[in-house]
């Protein structure tokens, strides 16, 4: 590791990096107010671009705006470094309300639509795409230029920090808003966002005039850099790595609680904790550089990734604190790296090789789950389904500029003489990054009082969705008897112009007074939607119990259940998928009116895989079977047509069709209830697939039968 002096060649007074100073701590929010905006549209960015495959089931070629990223190659190149370095805020300042312009809300004039053509102004999501694209490629150029070519070791501790902060931020402010950043999403908070950044302008702006006026004076930090034993490209694997393990897992509170089998909140908490706990340790360079660290940070990745899945909750929680801890490693590596990137001389070289690193992790993050969209001789299915590798894979291109530093150590004088001056320097990071810590942690235990309170409960919902009695000694909730289940497929959370549809989806099944909801495409906890989570969304908002389903460690598209019901028992089941993408079902008991209900939600493959859909069929038949004694509700996307041969497996398990019109994908059956009402409705704008309601009484005889049943017990 390289050692770096600075010296005030005229200090006139000022206590940069030291003890409380008001200018520091305002230029400090300031940069990281620009922070939070770019690692917003970093995160928000990949989602933009998966609608296009996501939604057309294959290429359109607008999946080469990634390249967007690869923009501080560019800072190689002598007189583009210097341009932009002149004009960096300029820059900033365009990028970032160009892309507050690209993601508002704008209404659409359907009319104008050119379905299935990708022209820059042929869709409202094209020209967003395009817009959010060129924002992104102007702001990541100019923000990787600040760490490059820092004017003083103090600035780039300050941007060092100012962007570690903001990731912690990014985690936090999506905590009340249950996983959406609000500044990506809704136009009063783009608005304040646009607000913000200019506030963040004109103080960084009055900085550098003040800098300038120094600089004639000669009161300017003069940087003595010794030469670094770490290689330009190790140094950009790790500057890569570390974005992607960023926005992998520590872009929102809840994904990691996800991976493990436990609810978002308040076990979000413990992780962004950890985060911040990350930042409170960067300055011991002794220790976040050192192997052992790095050792430690692999075991972490290892446990995390065995204690994911369906497993109990003390192995839960287990791998809940070694994902925390990882995030105390990943963060805690900030302020070495960017010194590092900031003494690197061969910028095109560095940011060549981060960038690759990021776009290999990206892709290698995508292909767990959709492997097959992609063909076999681009790796598919080398990297079907390893999740837990790929975490391993994060921590190792994290590290591996400090291992490269640790392996080039000969243990001489050098090295004597760094480690001297790593004791010399303060072990801990100045006041004005502990004030704004304990302004982040003050807000997360506002925001963590708000959701306790907003938080689903037996009390909340039975208040919201039972009939209350009241007499002068008791009060007594009633649940109702009539059930009324919907299925539908929620694409992704996305609307067919590529919008958030989180309230339009929560609006639709309010209005059906649906009571018991099966979601199918509803796991967002990945990297290419933005990692958000409907499920907790409409659960909070609709105040009802909720199963997530697999969880998104076991790779699936994902299917959930809502309910105004006690869940009194759910098996998470991945169905038979030798061929094509993992097929989820949930099978859950649900007490109705005091007597216990199968309920069952899945979703089969694509038609393209015969064998898969065929052995997913037979799984699912046997479950049904296997509870044939109760009543049965069967919510599912069987990708099949009515009277083939897999429909007729199902039907032969005992299961009762709601109708006999044609369907393809989506199916309500049953069985041992009484069937009162089906019906079909269009989502219209909101979704890709039609949404089915099936209204049911529990019939007499099995009321009966479980009466008896606790009368013997």
Not at 194 to 221: C, R, T, Y
Not at 459 to 476: E, F, K, M, N, Q
Not at 620 to 628: G, Q
Not at 639 to 651: A, H, S
Request: a neutral charge; glycine letters at 6%.
């Amino acid at each position: 590791m390289s050692t770096t002096s600075t010296t005030p060649i005229n200090n006139k007074g000022k206590n940069y990096g030291g003890g409380y100073n008001k200018q520091y701590l305002i230029l400090l929010l300031a940069d990281g107010i620009l922070a939070f905006v770019n690692w917003s549209l970093m995160v928000e960015f990949i989602s933009v671009i998966w609608f296009f495959p996501m939604g057309f089931m294959g290429f359109t070629g607008w999946e080469a705006a990634l390249l967007a990223i690869f923009t501080p190659i560019f800072l190689g190149i002598g007189f583009i470094n210097r341009i932009v370095s002149r004009f960096n805020l300029p820059i900033r300042l365009i990028a970032q309300l160009l892309a507050f312009f690209a993601i508002f809300p704008w209404a659409i004039d359907k009319a104008s639509i050119k379905n299935d053509e990708f022209g820059i102004f042929s869709s409202p999501h094209v020209t967003k795409t395009f817009f959010v694209s060129v924002a992104v490629a102007l702001d990541w150029l100019a923000q990787c230029n600040s760490f490059a070519n820092v004017k003083s070791a103090v600035r780039r501790e300050r941007g060092a920090y100012a962007y570690a902060l903001a990731i912690v931020l990014h985690a936090i402010i999506r905590l009340p808003y249950l996983s959406i950043n609000p500044f990506m999403t809704w136009s009063n908070w783009i608005v304040f966002g646009m607000i913000l950044v200019l506030v963040a302008f004109v103080i960084l702006m009055g900085e550098n005039i003040n800098a300038s006026d120094e600089k004639k004076s000669g009161a300017i930090w003069s940087i003595e850099h010794e030469t670094s034993s770490s290689s330009t490209i190790a140094t950009g694997i790790s500057f890569g790595g570390i974005i992607f393990f960023n926005q992998l897992l520590f872009s929102t509170y809840g994904l990691i609680p996800r991976w493990v089998g436990l609810n978002p909140f308040p076990y979000g908490l413990f992780v962004v904790l950890g985060m911040m706990s990350g930042v409170v340790i960067s300055k011991k360079k002794h220790l976040v550089t050192s192997r052992n660290f790095f050792i430690f940070a692999l075991i972490l990745s290892a446990i995390f990734g065995w204690c994911s899945g369906t497993v109990p909750f003390i192995v839960g929680f287990i791998g809940l604190i070694s994902a925390s801890l990882l995030g105390a490693y990943c963060n805690s590596l900030w302020i070495v790296l960017i010194e590092k990137v900031s003494n690197t001389e061969k910028l095109g070289q560095l940011f060549t090789s981060a960038m690759l690193t990021y776009t290999i992790l990206l892709f290698w993050a995508i292909y767990v789950v959709s492997y097959k969209f992609v063909p076999w001789w681009l790796g598919s299915t080398l990297l079907r389904e390893r999740n837990q590798t790929l975490i391993i894979a994060c921590v190792l291109a994290t590290g591996i500029a400090f291992v490269y530093k640790s392996l080039r150590s000969s243990g001489g004088s050098s090295s004597i003489k760094r480690e001297k001056s790593n004791k010399d320097q303060p072990s801990y990071p100045n006041k004005d990054v502990f004030n704004i810590l304990f302004g982040l942690l003050v807000l997360l235990l506002l925001f963590s009082v708000n959701r306790a309170i907003t938080h689903p409960t037996d009390s909340s919902i039975a208040g919201h969705h039972y009939t209350r009695d009241l007499t002068a000694t008791s009060v007594t909730n009633t649940a109702p008897t009539d059930i009324k289940s919907m299925i539908w497929t929620i694409h992704f959370g996305y609307d067919n112009f590529g919008r958030n549809s989180f309230p339009n989806v929560t609006k639709v099944i309010k209005d059906h007074g649906a009571n018991i909801i099966g979601l199918l495409e509803s796991d967002l906890s990945r990297v290419m939607t933005s990692n958000r989570d409907l499920v907790e969304w409409i659960a909070t908002e609709l105040h009802m119990y909720s199963d997530f389903g697999p969880e998104p460690s076991r790779n699936t598209w994902g299917c959930a259940l809502l309910t105004i019901f006690p869940i009194i028992s759910s098996d998470r089941v991945i169905l038979p998928s030798p061929e094509g993408e993992l097929a989820c079902l949930i099978d859950a008991v649900l007490l109705i009116d005091e007597t216990p209900v199968n309920v069952i939600v899945t979703h089969f493959g694509n038609t393209e895989d015969v064998l898969d859909r065929k052995l997913q069929t037979e799984g699912a038949a046997a479950i049904v079977k296997k509870n044939a004694d109760m009543p049965i509700i069967f919510l599912s996307y069987i990708t099949t047509k009515v009277n083939t041969e897999n429909y007729k497996t199902l039907r032969a398990s005992g299961l009762e069709d709601t109708t006999n019109e044609g369907r393809y994908c989506q199916y309500i059956f049953y069985k041992n209830l009484q069937l009162n009402k089906f019906q079909r409705f269009s989502s219209f704008d909101i979704s890709d697939t039609e949404q089915q309601v099936a209204s049911f009484s529990v019939l007499k005889e099995n009321k009966q039968q479980q009466t008896q049943q606790q009368t013997q017990q």
